[in-house]
């Protein structure tokens, strides 16, 4: 592509090595979360969309991505299936529970004529195929169109309650990446909200313990 220098006020930003958002110039169409471990996709595909007017915010897996999800939410999300730590599979699985109004774009390197059974994406693209411009098609129209899910995230903004597990620990699922980890038992904590490090996002969690919420 070309770089085209922006006039004016005009804001630019590139390259994209670090995952910040890329501003090409001031059309924008939309914000895009790109989650792809192949740097070599996640350049080109980059490319692509930032010519085509996106703002495009990178991420190398699920968990990477959650963490750009914690600054600013993106308008249509692309992630690749196939990723280390967390997979493309549970990221769509906790994209859709907490931020079911954003479309989602799967996308693999093994060929296949349609969406891989169980995925629950809204679009699916075979990376190897190429040429790239049916993947922009896809994303102009998923874009454009009225959200596609309306319901509330099913999961809130509350504490976590923290579930005695019956054998020296709780057990406290992350409002983040949803995963489960285990938090000892100590005589001191029974009341207030408590705050630990989720062990796989490393979000900051905030949790009831059981008993104190029985008593509420
Ligand atoms: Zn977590």
Redesign the pocket.
């Known amino acids: 592509m070309s770089r085209q220098q922006p006039s004016g006020h005009e804001e630019c930003r590139y390259p994209l090595q670090d995952g910040d958002w890329v501003v090409m110039d001031g059309h924008q169409k939309g914000r895009v979360l790109l989650v792809d471990d192949e740097p070599l996709i996640q350049k080109l595909i980059s490319t692509l969309l930032v010519s085509a007017g996106y703002v495009v915010q990178t991420a190398v897996d699920g968990l990477d991505g959650l963490g750009k999800l914690r600054a600013e939410l993106p308008d249509l999300i692309i992630s690749d299936l196939n990723m280390d730590r967390m997979s493309g599979r549970e990221f769509l699985d906790v994209v859709r529970k907490r931020f079911p109004q954003i479309p989602v774009i799967v996308t693999t390197a093994e060929f296949a004529n349609e969406m891989p059974s169980g995925v629950t994406a809204d679009a699916y693209y075979y990376k190897g195929g190429l040429p790239l411009q049916p993947l922009l098609e896809t994303i102009s129209e998923l874009t454009n169109k009225p959200p596609l899910r309306t319901g509330l995230p099913l999961i809130d903004n509350g504490p976590a309650q923290a579930k005695w597990d019956g054998d020296g620990q709780y057990l406290i699922e992350?409002k983040?990446?949803l995963?489960v980890f285990s938090f000892p038992h100590t005589p001191d904590v029974v009341r207030d909200e408590k705050w630990t490090i989720?062990i796989?996002?490393g979000?900051l969690?905030r949790f009831l313990m059981a008993a104190q919420v029985e008593r509420v």
């Open positions: 992350c983040d990446c995963r989720c796989h996002c979000n969690v």
